[in-house]
């Protein structure tokens, strides 16, 4: 049973950078099978894509976010991290990891975690 | 980049009833389209992929159709645990972009 658990401060000050980590368990991200994303859904609002990486650590990022985001890959630990610099109240959002499944469609979600930037 | 839009943004129908959903491409992705169901405080689950293919376990109920710009999600016989936000997902090519949504509730 593959499982994605996010992990990181639920608090972040303004002007600072957000950092989250996802744990991957049931499936290997160094096979190579599948990409890896992280998405975002504010409160009440829809979902947003904010980017993917594969196990060579090659990324694909959203325009609306890559002058901020930063995704990277620890094979050796089965993980995969975000971070997102310079946040404002606007990237107040639940943080979800997914496993992505050609790189294409998110098969497997982590349970989401809240992310509050307020000072 | 490619927009997708949803309509309508909520609905309420009667356990029964047959619901369609519409979601638009602001261009052609022939059928890179995805559906995904989101219950109220759970992660968004996988119901349809390629515009109209099943994924295992999901109800006969639910089927996708649709090419181009243009798709559709019915539910043929509403159900209680259909409560939920549909949102499509276009995935021709990167950036993955979802539709803005649709409330589906019970009348």
């Known amino acids: 049973q593959v499982q994605l658990q996010e992990s990181g401060p639920g608090l972040v000050k303004p002007s600072q950078t957000l950092s989250l980590s996802c744990t991957v368990s049931g499936d290997s991200i160094s096979s190579g099978s599948h990409y890896w994303s992280w998405i975002r859904q504010p409160a009440g609002k829809g979902l947003e894509w904010i980017g993917r990486i594969y196990t060579s650590g090659s990324t694909n990022y959203n325009p609306s976010l890559r002058n901020r985001v930063t995704i990277s890959v620890d094979t050796s630990n089965n993980q995969f991290s975000l971070k997102l610099s310079s946040v404002t109240a606007a990237d107040t959002a639940i943080y979800y990891c997914?496993?992505?499944?050609?790189?294409?469609?998110?098969?497997?979600w982590g349970q989401g975690t809240l992310v509050t930037i307020s000072s | 980049d490619i927009q997708m839009t949803q309509s309508p943004s909520s609905l309420s129908a009667s356990v029964g009833d047959r619901v369609t959903i519409t979601c638009r491409a602001s261009?052609?992705?022939?059928?890179?389209l995805a559906w995904y169901q989101q219950k109220p405080g759970k992660v968004p689950k996988l119901l349809i992929h390629a515009a109209s293919t099943l994924q295992s376990g999901v109800p006969s109920r639910f089927s996708g159709s649709g090419s181009g710009t243009d798709f559709s999600l019915t539910i043929s016989s509403l159900q209680p645990e259909d409560v939920a936000i549909y949102y499509c997902q276009k995935y021709d090519s990167v950036p993955l972009t979802f539709g803005g949504g649709t409330k589906v509730e019970i009348k």
């Open positions: 997914a496993r992505t499944s050609r790189g294409e469609l998110f098969d497997y």
């Open positions: 261009q052609g992705i022939s059928n890179y």
